[in-house]
């Protein structure tokens, strides 16, 4: 459920009032995703999502993120378009908070992914590095090493009690990765958190792009191995190979992958799975006491990460 925000008519008028969308239909609260409140709004103009952003979201990164969606979606990406109030900004405050109005996209994401979703979104992930190649803003990745360590020290002697041994586990895999990390492969602005959940379809046709809140810099293969994980393994753990080749070879058809990123895979895909099971392990051990939201597993990420440990080289993932 992400609704933190209640927002009564009279806000709601007073916040339109600076905005060309004509007179308001309806605000529905929507109750998928976690970090902010989002509502579908239905004016005389059409459809949009209000978006009230809450805690977790640095108000000083809203420009990055907004700028993204404007820039990716100017560029032809099925990208919400954020909307400009007559003063020209699209980043403005409703009840004290920050607030956002985009456009809305059609389609739903997959339920049940098929190989023929890994190949589009393959294609529209590379689409998404191209187009954002002369995007003006940085953000550097507050969940790479530096993050990782941070949450690894907020869950010290408390990672044992999801799995016994978890913190030596994960101690020794920042270890390593460290050591192993490519530093220079092609870098740019990547989504990061490119989940099913997050694509929508209609078919086989990705009809949306959404949720930038945690896009940044970063090296370009590591959001393929995002993709990876977050698409081609099954629900009883297993990896799916011909979903990682759709989902390669979709990328490759836009954006040709050097050797170098080709043999990294193993390694970005290790650090995308730590990456998510930190995440998911300090939401886990630190859960607030009557929160509406339900942590996700951390284990799903461990099985992952060990996985990708123990592989050979990139071959494992359908590459020839
Ligand atoms: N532009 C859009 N068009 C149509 N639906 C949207 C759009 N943006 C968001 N939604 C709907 O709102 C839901 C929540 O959005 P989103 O995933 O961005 O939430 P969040 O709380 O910011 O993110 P998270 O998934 O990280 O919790 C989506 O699953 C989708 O149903
Ligand atoms: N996609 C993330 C949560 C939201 O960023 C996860 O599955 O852990």
Known sequence: MAVYTDVPPEALHAFLADYDLGAVRSLKGITEGVENSN?????ERGRYIL???EKRVDPADLPFFLGLMEHLARHGLPCPLPVHARDGQALRRILGKPAAIVSFL??????RIEAGHCTALGE?????HLAAADFGL??????????WRALFAGCRGKA???LPGLEAEIATELEELARLWPNDLPAGVIHADLFPDNVFFAGD???GI???????????????AICLNAWCFEQDGSFNVTKAKALLQGYRQRRPLSPDEVAALPVLARGSALRFLMTRLYDWLHQVEGALVKPKDPREYLRKLRFHRGVAGPRAYGLG
């Open 138 to 147: 940085r953000r550097p990745n507050a969940l790479s090493f530096a993050g």
């Open 160 to 162: 044992d009690a999801i």
């Open 210 to 224: 959404i949720d930038f809140y945690f896009a940044c810099n970063d090296l370009l293969a590591y959001d393929v």
């Open 205 to 207: 046709k990705v009809t």
């Open 106 to 111: 059609e389609g739903r994401w997959p339920r």
């Open 51 to 53: 978006t009230i952003y």
């Open 124 to 128: 529209a992930l590379a689409a998404l």
């Open 39 to 43: 509502f579908l709004l239905e004016t």
